[in-house]
């Protein structure tokens, strides 16, 4: 989406952009860290994380996807934050505007198994998908599109990962989450990591992606850039089916 279609609400004031945090991985990914500040971290993990998660594909995967409305603005601009701060250090990061949020919540160490993302719940063509690492950190696998080569970052709870333009497609996996390195906010009895991956997706089909399995990360192999995203499975429906109405402008307040 081109800058102009940002509505007002979302817009920052550059002071708030920590561009010297950023590095270019390669063109299209960036890691920022330190995206959220303490307190922005508690308080994401606290709204995002009272959210209706349900199972996913391994028994230490809960995941919640919706529209951003469904969630606390402030996780919204957190992306929007994160996303303009990638593309002011990377010349090849398209900027984007989140539509879609899926969040993760991983609570054992082990992460989830390499994959592109090619859904059509991911978002069509190059905008990024902007993730938040909030709690225990963890090792996330990234697969070059450049050499092929498999590099390892560790991101950390306030760190922002986002992946566009020649990475969208990026094959990427979390590899494993060190819960007892968690921050000395969380509560022992809640330590897990908790991702926020924004998408700028169609509007009106995420009632069709509120549930999703192993069964469901079909066509990994086959996929390739230049195909169409992959639609739901038959058995790929939320307990919910409606889609929630018109999406409103509401406004956000930027803290990071
Ligand atoms: O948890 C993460 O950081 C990544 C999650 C992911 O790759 C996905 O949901 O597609
Ligand atoms: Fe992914």
Request: charged share 20%; hydrophobic share 40%.
């Amino acid at each position: 989406m081109s800058p102009s279609r940002v509505p007002d609400a979302y817009r920052l004031p550059d002071a708030y952009l920590p561009t010297g945090r950023s590095k270019v991985i390669e063109p299209g990914l960036v890691v920022i860290r330190a995206a959220l500040a303490e307190t922005e971290q508690q308080t994401l993990f606290r709204a995002v994380g009272g959210s209706r998660f349900l199972p996913a594909e391994t028994a230490n995967r809960e995941r919640v996807y919706d529209r951003v409305e469904a969630f606390d603005a402030a996780a919204t601009a957190a992306c929007v934050c994160a996303s303009t701060c990638a593309s002011q250090a990377d010349a090849a990061m398209p900027n984007m505007f989140p539509t879609h949020l899926l969040a993760n919540r991983y609570s054992s160490t082990s992460g989830l198994v390499w994959h592109r993302d090619i859904y059509r719940n991911d978002g069509d063509g190059d905008a990024p998908i902007v993730i938040l690492s909030l709690g225990a950190p963890c090792q996330f696998g990234v697969e070059s599109v450049v050499t092929g080569e498999r590099r390892v970052i560790e991101l950390r709870s306030g760190d922002a990962l986002v992946f566009g333009g020649p990475c969208r497609f990026i094959k990427h996996a979390v590899l494993s989450i060190d819960l007892e390195r968690s921050p000395t906010w969380m509560p022992v009895e809640q330590r897990a990591r908790l991702s926020l991956t924004f998408r700028e997706a169609v509007l009106g089909q995420e009632h069709l992606y509120r549930t999703f399995k192993a069964e469901h990360l079909t066509e990994q192999e086959r996929w390739r850039p230049g195909d169409p995203l992959v639609g739901p499975q038959p058995t790929q429906q939320g307990l919910d089916q409606s889609p929630l109405p018109a999406r409103s402008e509401a406004a956000v307040a930027c803290s990071a």
